[in-house]
């Protein structure tokens, strides 16, 4: 079952539309601001670092880009050392009338997550460096459980490769009682890699965390999305992860670029009508959206589950 219908304008967003000099456009957060979407795309530059792009919409698919970059990595103290190779991967989170924006940081220390915030998308602050190294993809959740912000992340190490953790925190700035909640899963389509993808989605049965999975071939590693959902009260409980992918690459701007055979998200935005709109980076090279009916997606998580675990 066709689970995601694909925009007809894909791709919606390419280096063509961005009047500075870049290669891709792709990896974007995507989030609502008064009667606008805002998305914060991830480019790289033609050194193969990676500077983070702003674009407006009114409708969610037709998007104008402003005319200059909205972060680049910083020069100013401990920021300045940890960007030095790039800003990458942007998630947005609307919570306490501020837009959260947790990205990956890369340097010659390794890549962890620093954390933005803006009012008004015409100025951004960063406020802290949340992780140590090798932790890519954090997501927050856009409300606290029992008086604590809670994040999905995916550190690595070797005898727990690339998994979902959760952690909380009092203030957004010290993180603790993490704890390791999803795995990938053998000879499946998440068997090497998987890791959060949009930032959670409350839904009556759960929160719907719509994440991507990596599979080893022959032909290098290919990324799909998927879903799971997390009980309401403790999002540590895991209560279905959906068996098949939702989304694979197939058009041919999905199945060749920067990367080939790549689709992944940073972003989705419910709307009012019971559907969401998904966007995914294509290829690392392009943006595209699609539709999906928030329901189907909880359906599968419930219906056609794969252990948690693995
Ligand atoms: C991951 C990240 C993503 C990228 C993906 C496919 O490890 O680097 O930013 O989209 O690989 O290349």
Same mark, same amino acid.
């Not at 007809?8 to 009047?19: C, Q």
């Not at 005319?67 to 910083?74: L, Q, V, Y």
């Not at 499946?188 to 068997?191: F, K, N, V």
């Given at each position: 079952m066709t689970l995601v219908r694909r925009y007809? *304008?894909? /791709? =919606?967003?390419?280096?063509? @539309?961005? +009047?500075y000099e870049v290669a891709t456009v792709h990896n974007a957060g995507v989030t609502k601001f008064g009667n606008e979407y805002i998305m914060l795309f991830r480019s790289h530059k033609h050194n193969g670092r990676s500077i983070l792009g702003l674009a407006r919409s009114k409708d969610g698919f037709h998007f104008t880009v402003e005319?200059? +970059?909205?972060?680049? /990595?910083? %020069?100013?103290g401990e920021f300045a050392e940890y960007e030095a190779y790039g800003v990458e991967d942007p998630r947005i989170t609307f919570i306490d009338g501020e837009y959260l924006i947790t990205y990956s940081a890369y340097s010659k220390h390794g890549v962890r997550i620093g954390l933005a915030k803006t009012k008004n998308w015409e100025t951004v602050e960063r406020t802290a460096l949340i992780t140590e190294a090798d932790y890519r993809n954090v997501v927050l959740f856009p409300e606290k459980f029992d008086g604590l912000y809670a994040r999905l992340d995916r550190p690595h190490s070797e005898?727990? /490769?690339w998994s979902v953790w959760i952690s909380y925190s009092p203030d957004l700035c010290y993180w603790g009682d993490s704890k390791l909640i999803m795995k990938p899963v053998t000879y !499946?389509? @998440?068997?090497m890699k998987i890791g959060p993808g949009a930032p959670p989605i409350k839904t009556e049965r759960g929160w719907l965390n719509i994440y991507h999975g990596v599979f080893p071939t022959m032909d290098g590693s290919v990324y799909r999305l998927g879903v799971a959902l997390h009980d309401l009260? @403790? /999002?540590?409980? =895991?209560?279905g992860v959906g068996d098949d992918w939702i989304l694979q690459p197939e058009d041919p701007w999905e199945i060749s *670029?920067?990367? !080939? %055979?790549v689709v992944f998200t940073c972003g989705a935005v419910p709307e009012d009508d019971g559907t969401v709109k998904l966007y995914w980076g294509a290829a690392d090279t392009v943006m595209c959206a699609g539709t999906a009916k928030i329901d189907d997606l909880v359906n599968l998580c419930l219906n056609n589950a794969r252990d948690p675990m693995g």
């Open positions: 007809k *304008g894909n /791709p =919606i967003l390419t280096k063509e @539309d961005v +009047p005319d200059r +970059p909205f972060m680049e /990595p910083s %020069n100013e005898i727990s /490769p !499946h389509w @998440d068997e009260k @403790d /999002p540590s409980k =895991i209560i *670029g920067y990367v !080939h %055979n």
